[in-house]
Every structure is written in structure tokens, then in C-alpha cells.
């Protein structure tokens, strides 16, 4: 039997559910009594993933893995810089964090006698693989992003961890090949690395739909935007709180949408009527509601799915696997509003090719709404020739990549 470790970073979510997406993907090539599936992970990854398999909690390991400290509005450069000797909000100084991280990666390693270890976003599993000879894959949407604004004290940490991504045997870009490639601006791979380098696609999500549920009764027919609230929980309150200054500004104030803030919280969802009056989603549809505002705390795949279905746009913060499922997956325009320069190049790639807009500021997201509204035609042309070229199989193709090599 084949030991598959899967070795997750938990900073936001998207290397979560590019892992389990290949996950189900590797299970149609390899079934339960062929391999051993190993997950890796901390925080509210490794939380999902007990919840996710209650009965294979002696395979989710926990280990603490380095990630910045969170500020405002995502990480905090001030306080991960004095991290580096100094503890800070209840972490050890972080080289002491590295030196157990990859001791105690070590020690499951020479436990578990791997065969192969798919690593998404976790740079030292990387070097421990290729230590041992054993096979590695690195999954990634950046390896030498464009950094922006006076953004150059990042130059040394960039160097180094793309130094640690190409000690990987092969490199999976969640992406479209060149030149439909909206992660490109954060790519810049030299020549040597582009030899190990496939781009297998994107990791994304579309089912169909199930116009039964509830919210498709409550959003079809009507003109709205969608609004996303993702990230850690820093970038996710600092996202809520833009959208707020947002909404409050005269010429939103009519604009429908509905916000989900990716927070497992039934007190959140709620309706709001044009005259500021909250209903639930049920006493909404019973009363035909002429609504303005939905908020939902969590929406399930299908929920999703609906919602991007029949929104008119979508708003984010940039991030790669949500502009993938609203671009490429769904044929919707995009307004971005970037946290990280990650986002921001991404942003721009789109912004580039006439597939969304990249907002900075309130006045921009609002001038951006109205112009893709007005341009509505010109940006949907745009959006389905590109989608004509977007790979959306990514993870099986990867799933048959890794299932070859072994």
C-alpha cells in the first residue's frame, strides 16, 4: 500500500480546498485499500479536517507550521518582523518556530516512510522530501511575485522560498497554460525551474445546481452583485468593513447584493427590505420581500454555485482560487479589491485583458460597478472567449500525474 502525505498550509483557505479537490480526484485512481492518505496541517485547516473525516483522525496530524501575524487588514509586516526573535501574540520567536516545524515534519517522515508528498503552500516538506529521496509535488499559484509599492523589504524572504518551492520534484501551477494564465504576474519562473513546471489547470468548482433550495427561490430574477467576504479572519473583517463604507455611500444604497462572509454563523444570515427592516430567508420568500441586503454566514457548494450562477458580478479580494470559480468557472465580471500584492497582480491580469476591474478604494469599486453594468455585453464577450481556454480539471489532472508516478 502506497503513503500519500498531504501537507497543507493553513494560511486562508484556498490551499485547503485545492487539497481536497485533489484529494477526491486521487481516490478515483488510487481507492482506499491501494493508498494511505496522510493529511498535514494546523489551526482551522487541521479543524476542517477532522470535521471533514471523524473517522481517520489517527491520519490528520497537527504541526505548527510558520505563518505571519496577523494585523488589521491580513498580516502584520511590523509584528512578523519582530516574530523573527521576539514571541508575539502568544507564538515563539519565529526561527524556534522553523527549527520544531521541520523537526516534528521529520519525525512523521521517518515514521510514516512516505512513498510521495503533495505539499500546497508548506515550503519545508519540500526539503525533507528531497533529503530523503522521496517524491514531491508543489502546488502553486506564486514563486516570484511583482512586488508592489515600496513592497521591496520582501525581495530576500521571496528568494528564499522560491529557493524552497524548486527543491520540489515537480511544480503544479493551478492555472491555465501560457498565455491564459491569470496567476502570471506572480509566476516569473527562470529557466531552469521551467523544466520541472506543469500547468495542470485549475482546481475549480461547478456543479449544477439544485433550483429547489431556498436562495435560488430568493435571488432568481433579480439584478444583484455578490459580495465575498474570504480570507483569514484579519482579511475578512477588514474586507467587511470596506464593503460597509461601500454600501453607506449614496449611490450604492439601491444596489442589491449579497454578502457571505465564509463564517460557519446562522446569526448572520438575515434579509433586508429597501426601508432597513431584517427578515429571515424564509419569512423573505413567504412575504415576497422586495429585498436589498442578504447576508449569509456560510453558504454551502450549492449554495455557491446558485449564487454565482445568477449574480450580475462579483466583488473579492483578489485571491486566486476565487477569481478562477468567478471568471473562468462562472462567466462572471470581477471587481477586486487586493489585500496582498498576490491579489493585486492577479487583479491586474484581468484588469489587463477586460475581464474585471481592480478597485483600490471606495470611489473606484463604485465607479467600477457602474462601468461593468453599463459595458455589461462588452465584458461578457470578453469572459467567454477566455473561458474557452480555461482548464478547469486541473486537479485531475494532477491526480493522474501523481498517480504515474508512483
Known amino acids: ?232 479572519k484579519s482579511t475578512n473583517d477588514f474586507t467587511g468593513k470596506r464593503y460597509n463604507e461601500i454600501f453607506n455611500d449614496h449611490e450604492m444604497r439601491n444596489e442589491k447584493r449579497v454578502i457571505s462572509y465564509a463564517r460557519n454563523n446562522k446569526n448572520i444570515n438575515r434579509v433586508v427590505d429597501m426601508n432597513g427592516n431584517e427578515y429571515s430567508i424564509i419569512d423573505a420568500i413567504e412575504k415576497k420581500i422586495e429585498w436589498k441586503q442578504i447576508d449569509i454566514g456560510y453558504l454551502t457548494e450549492n449554495e455557491k454555485q446558485i449564487v454565482l450562477n445568477l449574480c450580475k458580478y462579483a466583488v473579492a479580494n483578489g485571491s486566486h482560487t476565487t477569481i478562477g470559480e468567478i471568471v473562468g468557472a462562472n462567466n462572471k465580471p470581477v471587481i477586486g479589491i487586493p489585500v496582498y500584492d498576490e491579489h493585486t497582480n492577479q487583479l491586474k491580469w484581468i484588469q489587463d485583458r477586460g475581464l474585471g476591474i481592480l478597485a483600490n478604494n471606495k470611489k473606484q469599486v463604485i465607479k467600477a460597478v457602474l462601468n461593468i453594468k453599463n459595458d455589461y455585453n462588452k465584458y461578457l464577450e470578453r469572459i467567454y472567449d477566455f473561458s474557452k481556454n480555461f482548464v478547469s480539471d486541473g486537479a485531475k489532472n494532477a491526480a493522474r500525474i501523481i498517480n504515474n508516478m508512483l
Open 1 to 232: 500500500m502506497k503513503k500519500i502525505a498531504e501537507f497543507i498550509y493553513p494560511w486562508g483557505n484556498g490551499h485547503y480546498q485545492r487539497m481536497m479537490t485533489l484529494n477526491n480526484e486521487l481516490l478515483k485512481y488510487m481507492g482506499h485499500n491501494d493508498a494511505q492518505f496522510h493529511f498535514i496541517s494546523m489551526d482551522h485547516v487541521y479543524e476542517k479536517l477532522i470535521e471533514r473525516f471523524p473517522q481517520k483522525k489517527e491520519f490528520i496530524h497537527k504541526i505548527l507550521m510558520p505563518v505571519p501575524i496577523d494585523g488589521k487588514k491580513g498580516p502584520s509586516t511590523l509584528f512578523s518582523l519582530l516574530n523573527l526573535l521576539i514571541p508575539i501574540s502568544n507564538k515563539p520567536p519565529l526561527l524556534k518556530q522553523i527549527f520544531q516545524y521541520l523537526v516534528n515534519e521529520a519525525k512523521l517522515y521517518d515514521e510514516k516512510k512516505f512513498d510521495l508528498v503533495i505539499n500546497d503552500g508548506d515550503i519545508g516538506s519540500n526539503v525533507l522530501a528531497r533529503k530523503r529521496k522521496i517524491k514531491s509535488v508543489f502546488i502553486t499559484n506564486q514563486f516570484m511575485p511583482k512586488l508592489w509599492k515600496s513592497h521591496f523589504y520582501f525581495l530576500p524572504s521571496l528568494l528564499f522560498i522560491s529557493k524552497q518551492i524548486s527543491k520540489a520534484e515537480e511544480i503544479f501551477v493551478a492555472d491555465s497554460p501560457p498565455p491564459y494564465t491569470i496567476c502570471e504576474y506572480n509566476l516569473n519562473f527562470t529557466d531552469e525551474i521551467k523544466k520541472k513546471v506543469t500547468y495542470v489547470g485549475h482546481f475549480a468548482n461547478k456543479t449544477n445546481i439544485n433550483k429547489l433550495s431556498k436562495i435560488y427561490e430568493l435571488l432568481h430574477g433579480n439584478d444583484f452583485g455578490y459580495w465575498m467576504r474570504t480570507g483569514n
